[in-house]
């Protein structure tokens, strides 16, 4: 290994004066070995193999879970559209591999898209490659329904990565998380791509019906089975109420995650161990997290305690609103982006309670959207440097009244 | 609640900068720091929340047909609605040299470093937007307040939160071709984006 990547370098030192390959070159490079470039023992520099690479390889590492769990899932969900193999781990490797097949391309389309576009101004600007975008092409397929059309992850991938990153200047520039900018461009552009009862489960034939021959054998469930309408919890929630919710799917089943919606945020088991792991390697901001649980929690309680009909969103209990959605997807993944969350410990403790508090009022109380995190998460970017400003400023005149007062 | 309502309306849901991109000029040419945008946004408040029921009150009882029988019941054919633009002009600029004072006299340095906009707040299309809107609306007194403050609070809002991020993206690196005014129009899509998460609200 050392010995290749020994050839490696020098064939990098090689190609040095030709500015796109050695740019794409140094990017893969540094991606499959740690650099060697330390600083040595004199000076206060920090010592430590961590750049940015290796950070964003945690998260992805951490969305792991979500994403097979997610694969998994949408097999699951497919199969019991059309009433076949309903127990949960039925033909388990059809349904995986069904949701690997309808997966799959959404991954590859999100990357090739966002790190051409990005080796492409990387290469223009003579910088090299910024690997910001690996974390964020992990999470644009996993806040996708199963079944979007991939022409419009390639358009709204390239309208994120440009217009919300490389117009700013590139990696940790971006004032808008990326991943959520991606989404809410065909949250808007193609709204019916995106929400309604239709699109949270994968009805088509794909690949694997085409390799293994099942579309013959898959004939005979050409036609949905008679009940199932694919709603979300959240969806009928906004129509029924918490009753409408548990006459279609248990809460152990919301827990675990056996229920339409987008791809990775389901399985509150999947999410919650890679949140963990965030935490435990100091990725992300436990502040953020704990502050956006009580938020949401303090906002739920208020609307309970001012519902009157036991059969209306706003009478869902609070408790209930962490199982139903992307709460946890959000909070671990989303909330925590370090680029676009507020950078002070306190700015944190605020940015994180404003997610919760408005997350759920644009669920409850806003009959247009179903969900609230995405649009809650991008308003608090907005506000995000705002919170700082008033921070510092608040610190700087604190320290001015103690050194001079 | 329905106060309320327009309240979070006009500040949230169709912010003037954000939804209408009404005051444009002075929205981004007062925003490169977070102080001098937060005078701006607080001039802004007053002026639409004091705006507003004044030509509200001046439309109900000098403008709209038949408003001036109060003096004479001769007076009630006529109607002077044409002269409505001027008149919410005139009230406007008198506002705007009102807070203009007060400011000079209250904090001298937010006065020089706002510079030519504050009395250019007199043709920032959000104050006049303002007062046509609540002729649009039909708003009462109290519901043309309450849009007043709804509005100059987005307004406000919208300006500091903008201020902040330049302040913040000064040290990115921007391509050339786009800084300064370029990255603001920019931002202020994204913004308009992200305000987008109250469309619909009802309360």
């Keep these: 290994m050392s010995k290749l990547a020994k050839k490696l370098e020098e064939y990098g030192k090689s190609i040095k004066d030709k500015k796109v390959l050695h740019t794409v070159f140094d990017g893969f490079f540094t991606f499959l070995f740690a650099p060697k470039s330390v600083t040595s023992g004199q000076g206060v520099h920090i010592?430590?193999?961590?750049?940015?690479?290796?950070?964003?390889?945690?998260?992805?590492?951490?969305?792991?879970?979500?994403?097979?769990?997610?694969?998994?899932?949408?097999?699951?969900?497919?199969?019991?559209?059309?009433?076949?193999?309903?127990?949960?781990?039925?033909?388990?490797?059809?349904?995986?591999?069904?949701?690997?097949?309808?997966?799959?391309?959404?991954?590859?389309?999100?990357?090739?898209?966002?790190?051409?576009?990005?080796?492409?101004?990387?290469?223009?600007?003579?910088?090299?490659?910024?690997?910001?975008?690996?974390?964020?092409?992990?999470?644009?397929?996993?806040?996708?329904?199963?079944?979007?059309?991939?022409?419009?992850?390639?358009?709204?991938?390239?309208?994120?990565?440009?217009?919300?990153?490389?117009?700013?200047?590139?990696?940790?520039?971006?004032?808008?998380?990326?991943?959520?900018?991606?989404?809410?461009?065909?949250?808007?552009?193609?709204?019916?791509?995106?929400?309604?009862?239709?699109?949270?489960?994968?009805?088509?034939?794909?690949?694997?019906?085409?390799?293994?021959?099942?579309?013959?054998?898959?004939?005979?469930?050409?036609?949905?089975?008679?009940?199932?309408?694919?709603?979300?919890?959240?969806?009928?929630?906004?129509?029924?109420?918490?009753?409408?919710?548990?006459?279609?799917?248990?809460?152990?089943?919301?827990?675990?995650?056996?229920?339409?919606?987008?791809?990775?945020?389901?399985?509150?088991?999947?999410?919650?161990?890679?949140?963990?792991?965030?935490?435990?390697?100091?990725?992300?901001?436990?502040?953020?997290?704990?502050?956006?649980?009580?938020?949401?929690?303090?906002?739920?309680?208020?609307?309970?305690?001012?519902?009157?009909?036991?059969?209306?969103?706003?009478?869902?209990?609070?408790?209930?609103?962490?199982?139903?959605?992307?709460?946890?997807?959000?909070?671990?993944?989303?909330?925590?982006?370090?680029?676009?969350?507020?950078?002070?410990?306190?700015?944190?403790?605020?940015?994180?309670?404003?997610?919760?508090?408005?997350?759920?009022?644009?669920?409850?109380?806003?009959?247009a959207y179903p969900e609230g995190w995405m649009l809650a998460i991008l308003f608090m970017n907005v506000f995000a440097p705002l919170i700082d400003h008033y921070i510092y400023q608040a610190n700087i005149k604190r320290r001015l009244a103690r050194n001079h007062g | 609640m329905d106060l309320l309502n327009i309240f979070v309306k006009w500040a949230f849901v169709e912010n003037m900068v954000l939804a209408y991109f009404l005051g444009m000029c002075s929205y981004l040419a007062v925003s490169k720091t977070v102080k001098t945008a937060f005078g701006l946004g607080l001039a802004v408040i007053f002026v639409l929340a004091i705006t507003a029921p004044v030509n509200y009150l001046i439309r109900q009882y000098v403008l709209v047909e038949g408003a001036l029988s109060w003096i004479h019941p001769s007076l009630a054919t006529v109607d002077l609605t044409f002269l409505q633009l001027i008149i919410f002009i005139a009230v406007i600029a008198s506002m705007v040299q009102l807070v203009e004072m007060i400011i000079e006299k209250a904090s001298p340095a937010l006065y020089n470093s706002l510079g030519i906009f504050l009395p250019l707040i007199t043709v920032n299309c959000s104050i006049l937007g303002g007062s046509l809107f609540m002729v649009q609306k039909e708003y009462n007194l109290i519901e043309s307040s309450v849009f007043g403050v709804g509005a100059g609070f987005g307004f406000f809002l919208a300006i500091i939160a903008i201020a902040a991020i330049r302040e913040k993206i000064r040290y990115s690196h921007v391509p050339a071709p786009l800084r300064g005014l370029g990255i603001a129009f920019i931002i202020t899509g994204l913004m308009g984006i992200a305000f987008m998460s109250f469309m619909g609200i009802k309360l």
Excluded at chain 1, 87 to 94: L, N
Excluded at chain 1, 277 to 298: D, P, Q
């Design chain 1, 47 to 367: 010592r430590d193999g961590m750049d940015l690479k290796r950070t964003m390889v945690h998260v992805v590492l951490a969305l792991q879970f979500c994403l097979l769990f997610g694969m998994y899932n949408i097999g699951h969900q497919h199969y019991a559209a059309f009433g076949m193999y309903p127990g949960v781990f039925d033909a388990f490797f059809t349904k995986f591999f069904y949701g690997l097949f309808q997966l799959l391309p959404i991954i590859v389309v999100a990357h090739v898209v966002g790190l051409g576009i990005e080796f492409f101004f990387a290469a223009k600007k003579g910088h090299a490659i910024e690997e910001g975008f690996l974390v964020t092409g992990m999470l644009i397929p996993l806040i996708m329904p199963p079944a979007i059309p991939l022409w419009m992850v390639a358009v709204a991938t390239a309208f994120a990565v440009i217009l919300g990153k490389e117009a700013f200047g590139g990696t940790g520039m971006n004032i808008l998380n990326i991943a959520l900018l991606t989404r809410v461009f065909i949250f808007f552009a193609y709204p019916t791509d995106i929400s309604g009862d239709v699109c949270w489960v994968s009805y088509d034939y794909n690949l694997l019906h085409d390799i293994f021959g099942l579309s013959t054998a898959s004939a005979g469930f050409a036609n949905v089975v008679d009940g199932f309408s694919g709603a979300t919890p959240l969806a009928l929630a906004a129509k029924g109420g918490w009753e409408a919710v548990v006459a279609n799917f248990s809460v152990s089943d919301m827990f675990w995650g056996w229920i339409p919606g987008s791809v990775g945020e389901m399985s509150k088991p999947a999410v919650l161990l890679g949140a963990g792991m965030l935490i435990a390697m100091g990725v992300a901001s436990w502040r953020i997290m704990l502050s956006m649980v009580l938020g949401a929690a303090f906002m739920g309680a208020i609307l309970n305690a001012f519902a009157t009909d036991p059969t209306s969103f706003i009478a869902v209990p609070f408790y209930y609103h962490f199982v139903m959605g992307s709460f946890f997807f959000a909070m671990a993944f989303m909330a925590t982006d370090p680029v676009t969350a507020s950078q002070t410990n306190t700015g944190k403790l605020i940015y994180g309670f404003m997610i919760g508090v408005i997350g759920i009022i644009v669920r409850v109380l806003n009959p």
